[in-house]
């Protein structure tokens, strides 16, 4: 089929104008307003203490979340990809679900297991652990909400190769902890690094379950996100645009990060 | 030695075995040969270890092999698709076995250095397997699995994703290659010239039962089957009997008994052999074939009429 060269032209400009009305002008227009005053009023800006603990707990939440959904993604995509049980269908289809529900129910749902009157909540607050409204509780929000990557980005992965090469290992003499280390995990690397820089960016940029289950008290349990909506709300202009430009800034790096495994992970290069 | 009692194995309602037995002779190379489905695959996976037999056991050097793990087996294993560990450099993949096995070093470079000589491979350690052609990774993946040192080898259509010339040429090689290492091989093909140019042995299988076992020259004079007649070359019926088109013969007279009379309907040069395609009497296709001074001094064309006769050892009835 050949394309009216005026069609082509006005379908790419129909493409770039939606693209940039969404998202070059909006992302960019941050970073000009961020730096509108100069860049010593937004170093001021994102070095308060309130900001320096939001970049920190933001950080620190990752460094939890992401390393358990890894080693979780790992096994689930190993037992849905090379497992025989009975409920497989069921539990492929449950994986989804955090990105089926919204984030704020998510939150809501949290409260009402981990909530000093939930269901598990009482019991924790007596043992002397509170989870809603302080770290723990937005680091299960952050599981719950990257759960999905790695998993979905290994699945397909560990099916592709099959499991010729591991049966080959296994009958060169290694056992199944030698086979993973050295067979399995390299084939399927670029496929995991793919899914942890998804889960990195989600877990960065989570806002809606994390607002509900972290209190917002600043200093404390305040994210990233959460700082930005809060100097928003508080018509401190500058200091939201000044948060949401490093937010930018480390979305950015990620995509980078995306851009490079990419090509890799889909060439099955090795 | 092999030896394989009395597998049964199921694949939810499916039999791939049924009741099957074969015993594989020590230092011998045996052909494992059948249609696509015939079972021949899952039978030597599960000599292999890699699936496990609803009933029936196998024996390795007197060993009852059944309940031991690939791991422990001592065998070496071959794919149709090489399973190459595509991260690794060919050093890397033939040294994985002895590796695993905490060799020392420099026991490891000599022994992989020896390997790769002998299977033609010298001075590709460095490479990834993705650097090499499809006859190169099944050579790689055969010094693989003898680095090992197993006790049999075990081959599932080695040659079978090459091209016809590539095949034809490591057919030969593997022929050479087992005469030197005298290694216990079972070689798994749907490739009756292949099973027929390097086996030593041949266990016919069909319909998830062996067949017949022989050596090949055997199974080609002496078929007990008109399956393992049919897939082990070409056939031609005549009248109620299964015969080989090369042991027809055609006169231009009727000569004795037991000729029968047939119409000439085409001529086939082949080069040295002439295919004959003959009509019978009774509207039944027959397919001779002669060499080229027998025809030529026949002087057969289309519509001429000959009187047929069978002779040779392969002949069954239907």
């Not at chain 2, 350690?125 to 006859?135: C, N």
């Not at chain 2, 006169?251 to 004795?256: L, M, R, S, Y």
């Not at chain 2, 002439?274 to 001074?293: H, K």
Request: a negative charge; charged letters at 20%.
């Amino acid at each position: 089929m050949t394309v009216d060269r005026g069609w082509r032209l006005g379908l790419r400009t129909v493409a770039l104008a939606y693209l940039a009305l969404l998202l070059l002008v909006p992302v960019g227009l941050v970073f000009y307003r961020t730096f509108e005053h100069g860049v010593g009023a937004v170093w001021d800006s994102i070095t308060t203490p309130a900001a320096i603990h939001a970049f920190q707990l933001t950080l620190e939440v990752t460094a939890i979340a992401v390393p358990l959904n890894t080693l979780f993604g790992i096994v689930m995509a190993l037992a849905l990809a090379r497992g025989r049980f009975p409920g497989k269908a069921l539990l492929d289809a449950l994986i989804d679900l955090p990105f089926a529900i919204s984030p704020i129910v998510i939150g809501l749902s949290l409260i009402l297991v981990y909530g000093v009157h939930g269901w598990l909540g009482g019991a924790l607050a007596d043992a002397g652990v509170q989870v809603i409204f302080s770290v723990p509780g937005i680091v299960l929000a952050t599981v719950f909400v990257s759960l999905p990557f790695v998993v979905r980005e290994v699945t397909p992965v560990l099916r592709e190769i099959g499991d010729e090469q591991e049966q080959a290992a296994a009958t060169l003499g290694a056992n199944r902890w030698q086979t993973f280390w050295r067979i399995t995990l390299p084939a399927i690397r670029w496929g995991v690094a793919y899914g942890v820089v998804l889960s990195v960016a989600r877990a960065i940029g989570e806002f809606g379950a994390v607002s509900v289950v972290s209190g917002k008290i600043s200093g404390k349990t305040e994210t990233l996100t959460l700082l930005v909506e809060k100097r928003y709300g508080n018509f401190d202009l500058a200091g939201a645009y000044a948060a949401s430009a490093l937010l930018a800034v480390i979305a950015l790096g990620t995509l980078l990060a995306m851009t490079l495994i990419k090509p890799r992970r889909e060439e099955g290069e090795t | 030695m092999i030896s394989v009692a009395g597998v049964t194995k199921k694949f939810g309602d499916y039999v791939a075995l049924d009741d099957v037995s074969l015993d594989v002779p020590d230092g011998s190379l045996t052909a494992l040969l059948g249609p696509s489905g015939s079972g021949k695959s899952t039978l030597l996976r599960i000599i292999g270890g890699l699936e496990s037999p609803d009933a029936g056991r196998v024996e390795i050097h007197g060993e009852d092999a059944t309940p031991i793990t690939p791991q422990k087996r001592g065998i070496g294993f071959v794919f149709q698709h090489y399973a190459a560990f595509k991260h690794m450099t060919v050093r890397d993949n033939v040294a994985f076995g002895l590796k695993v096995r905490k060799r020392p070093k420099d026991e490891i470079r000599d022994r992989v250095d020896e390997l790769l000589a002998i299977v033609g491979l010298a001075g590709y350690q460095t490479r990834y397997p993705s650097q090499l052609s499809g006859g190169q990774r099944q050579r790689m993946a055969l010094a693989r699995a003898l680095a090992v040192e197993p006790k049999v080898l075990l081959l599932d259509e080695p040659f079978g994703a090459l091209d016809a010339r590539v095949r034809a040429d490591l057919r030969e090689w593997l022929r050479k290659l087992h005469d030197e290492v005298h290694v216990t091989t079972l070689l798994v093909t749907h490739d009756q010239e292949e099973a027929m140019s390097i086996a030593d042995q041949i266990a016919v299988m069909d319909n998830s039962r062996i067949e017949q076992v022989g050596a090949p020259r055997e199974l080609y004079d002496r078929p007990a089957t008109p399956f393992v007649m049919s897939f082990l070359g070409p056939v031609s019926q005549v009248g109620e009997a299964l015969v080989r088109p090369h042991d027809i013969s055609l006169t231009p007279h009727a000569e004795g008994d037991g000729a029968r009379e047939a119409m000439v309907s085409r001529v086939v040069h082949l080069g040295f052999e002439v295919r004959v395609e003959l009509m019978l009497t009774d509207g039944s296709a027959v397919t001779a074939q002669l060499t080229r001074t027998e025809a030529d001094e026949l002087e057969l064309s289309r519509g001429d009429i000959v009187w047929l006769r069978t002779a040779g050892s392969a002949t069954l009835p239907v």
